[in-house]
């Protein structure tokens, strides 16, 4: 009977795949797979960047708290941790805003290869998007498919039903993948879809596995997943 994780150690995913770890490796340092660690109990604040009007970027903290949870890495943090074998981590990457990292007294946390983990929605994701079927062998069915009124989202393998706001976040993010620019100010979107929050993560907090469905940069940034 195999249980119902929320995320996979590095050895459990590989097996899976029946991959080598310097393909693993390859992926991650390539921001082609996002890995994980886990956060025990530890200060994090997250936050939103803002720009001045002459382009100066600066942070807004939005929370602050004894996290416990996953958090995902930078791929400079995974590229040096490969090499090195461990690293000092200070800021992470988050879907629920533009950064993550400590406050007060903790500076940082030295990760080693042991503590990465992939989340389980990073896992399915990636074999929607790849072919990566696990065990059986299957292929999940990717690609993109939309309604009319883009109420009825099928991406990465997965049924979404989005309401009026999500719908025009994600007929906005589609144009601009189909016009080859997918990458979109998550701001810009919002405005656009006629959202009165700011945040990507409150707009779509009613569906626990919208990364799935469109992916961010860490930096304010968003795209559909696999599109």
């Excluded at 042991?114 to 990566?132: I, Q, W």
């Amino acid at each position: 009977m195999e249980i119902e994780k929320a995320y996979f150690t590095l050895p459990e995913v590989l097996a899976r795949w029946s991959m080598p770890e310097v393909d693993l490796v390859y992926l991650a340092e390539n921001d082609q797979l996002r890995l994980s660690v886990r956060i025990l109990n530890l200060p994090i604040e997250f936050g939103d960047f803002e720009e001045t009007d002459d382009g100066q970027r600066f942070s807004i903290p939005t929370a602050r708290s004894s996290f416990n949870g996953l958090l995902d890495l930078h791929v400079q943090d995974v590229f040096q941790l490969f090499r090195l074998g461990e690293v000092s981590i200070t800021r992470f990457r988050t879907a629920k805003a533009d950064y993550a990292c400590f406050y007060g007294s903790r500076e940082s946390l030295t990760i080693r290869k042991p503590d990465l983990v992939l989340r389980r929605e990073e896992r399915d994701r990636f074999e929607a998007a790849t072919g990566f079927g696990g065990a059986s062998g299957t292929k999940p069915s990717g690609g993109f498919h939309a309604s009319a009124d883009y109420q009825s989202v099928r991406c990465n393998g997965r049924e979404f039903r989005l309401g009026p706001i999500q719908a025009q976040v994600v007929r906005i993010l589609h144009a601009a993948a189909l016009r080859g620019d997918p990458w979109q100010s998550g701001k810009a979107v919002l405005s656009q879809a006629g959202s009165r929050s700011l945040k990507m993560a409150d707009v779509f907090k009613s569906k626990k596995d919208w990364p799935l469905l469109i992916e961010s940069n860490g930096r304010g940034a968003y795209r559909l997943a696999g599109v």
